[in-house]
């Protein structure tokens, strides 16, 4: 180990707390000393809970000497982004709308990793409500890139993947609804994993589309995001710990979807795409392409399912008080509400359609493989990037590659595939079959070592 | 209702509110729900085409 002891990984920090060789309290301390030295620049903090993300450590250092480990999440730094409940501390989902808030009590999953060990060390910024994916539209100043503090760090989950490069916490829990775990994850060189929809509480976490949101681990690996996630779904992480070997590479089956997906690509996400998967097959994976058939179609119907739920959850605060939100995120809920219930329906029939050309498309395959953003991390504020000479919306080129997966539920992950030339991240986004998000973790977990060169 | 229609009620909706800013993001979603109606969502899911499979 030869960087600081708060930028390893889980997997190789929690022998060392289990054993009594490192302190939780001296990770916790290191921590808020990043955030002490880089979070004015970078904000990727709303609210750092340094006294009692102390006191803690301090107790749960103290079930060590004791001889009581909860298993590997013990003593770890945590981050949640500012959409989750944790019991006394503003809830304030980057907005004014939130001004007051106090979560009277954790969200199941704040609850669940309290009860694994992690310690809670700060909310993170974010796209206001999550209602976007770049997150500088926020009441607490946009969130920067470290790669260049000029570039998004991608969103709405920003501050977390932020806080992960950065060494400000180990690991962090953001949301997902349309890419929101996983554009982060691959503008900051991050592992981020939205679970299969349904697989973890969203009860205590502000609503963005109820159908659509997932909560999900940000982290530094794949088994770091895996033992994240057995926390958050429920499980006893003691008793699965240490994770099973990586499954073996040779022989692992990868569907390709081609067709729409890599329409519009920047040329060097393409090449650094093209590389991974020649790395893949020389590894002995097999590739073969795939299509979804209607993945044209999915913006249209990501917007005519999003919007709706998004514009119900804000009606009141959209009448009493539009002034205190931003005025992009304002304007994109009031667009919602002139979504006709027809065309909502038609919507959610499509979503039908797409799952089953999802499913279909991995019924001969262990995952897709595609990129996970088609443009390396944007200039904050720009609404448009050129992509191979043509101008192209950063919305929809941040969404492009993501939001099908949150319309069908199928897990998917998103591990850092490379820099471009200027340094900036890519991601490589692995999805697997519905009811499977263990099997998608293992073959991510196989592809790993040989993406990110 | 046809798109046309809708779009024309929720813009002079949107005028009447003072959200003028509103009317070019209502001219991209009715963009939107044309293609939305337009595409073939009944269609049954092809097999997947020879050579294919990995």
């Known amino acids: 180990m030869t960087a600081p002891l708060h930028f390893h990984t889980i997997t190789e920090l929690a022998p060392l707390i289990a054993a009594g060789h490192v302190s939780s309290e001296a990770l916790t301390r290191a921590c808020l000393e990043e955030i002490e030295a880089h979070d004015r620049t970078l904000n990727a903090f709303i609210t750092v809970l340094g006294a009692s993300a102390i006191t803690q450590a301090r107790e749960l250092d103290a079930e060590i000497a004791a001889g009581t480990c909860r298993g590997p999440l013990h003593g770890i730094p945590v981050s949640l982004k500012d959409l989750i409940d944790q019991q006394g501390v503003p809830t304030t989902a980057a907005s004014r709308v939130r001004e007051g808030h106090v979560a009277a009590a954790d969200a199941p999953v704040t609850a669940r990793l309290r009860a694994a060990g992690a310690v809670l060390i700060g909310k993170t910024n974010l796209h206001e409500f999550a209602f976007g994916t770049t997150s500088d539209d926020t009441a607490f100043g946009a969130v ?83 033992l994240i996630y057995l926390v958050l779904r429920g499980e006893a992480t003691a008793a699965r710990w240490p994770l099973p070997a990586p499954r073996a590479i040779k022989g692992l089956r990868l569907g390709v979807p081609r067709h729409y997906f890599h329409d519009v690509l920047d040329d060097e996400v393409r090449a650094r795409f093209a590389a991974c998967l020649a790395w893949l097959r020389q590894a002995g994976a097999e590739t073969a392409d795939v299509t979804i058939r209607h993945a044209p179609g999915v913006a249209p119907v990501y917007l005519h399912a999003s919007l709706p739920e998004a ?143 | 209702m046809t798109i046309d229609d809708w779009l024309e009620s929720a813009c002079a909706d949107a005028d009447r509110r003072g959200l003028e800013e509103l009317k070019p993001l209502l001219v991209s979603l009715a963009d939107a729900t044309r293609a939305l109606r337009d595409a073939d969502w009944d269609e049954p899911v092809p097999p997947p085409a020879e050579g294919e499979e990995p």
Not at chain 1, 197 to 213: A, F, K, Y
């Open chain 1, 144 to 226: 920067r890139n470290p790669h260049d503090p000029s570039r998004s760090p991608g969103g709405s989950s920003g501050g977390s993947a932020v806080a992960i490069v950065t060494g400000m916490s180990v690991a962090s829990i953001g949301t997902d609804t349309g890419g929101s775990i996983r554009i982060p994850s691959a503008a900051c060189g991050t592992v981020g994993l939205k679970p299969a929809w349904g697989e973890v509480p969203c009860e205590g976490v502000v609503p963005l589309s109820r159908s659509l949101d997932h909560v999900g681990p940000l982290a530094r690996s794949v088994a770091d995001a895996w």
């Open chain 1, 311 to 453: 514009a119900a959850y804000h009606a009141d605060s959209l009448m009493s008080a539009p002034e205190r939100y931003t005025k992009n995120v304002r304007l994109r809920l009031e667009m919602g509400r002139y979504v006709l219930a027809e065309d909502y329906v038609r919507a959610q029939a499509a979503r039908a359609v797409l799952r089953s050309e999802v499913d279909a498309a991995l019924a001969g395959c262990d995952a897709l493989v595609l990129p996970t953003l088609p443009i390396p991390a944007p200039p904050i504020g720009a609404s448009t990037v050129d992509v191979a000479g043509t101008p192209q919306a950063v919305r929809s080129m941040m969404l492009r590659m993501t939001q099908l997966f949150n319309l069908t539920g199928h897990p998917a992950v998103s591990i850092p595939m490379g820099e471009t030339a200027a340094g900036l991240p890519c991601g490589l986004q692995l999805a697997g079959r519905l009811n499977d998000t263990e099997g998608l973790l293992a073959t991510a977990a196989a592809c790993e070592p040989f993406v990110n060169a």
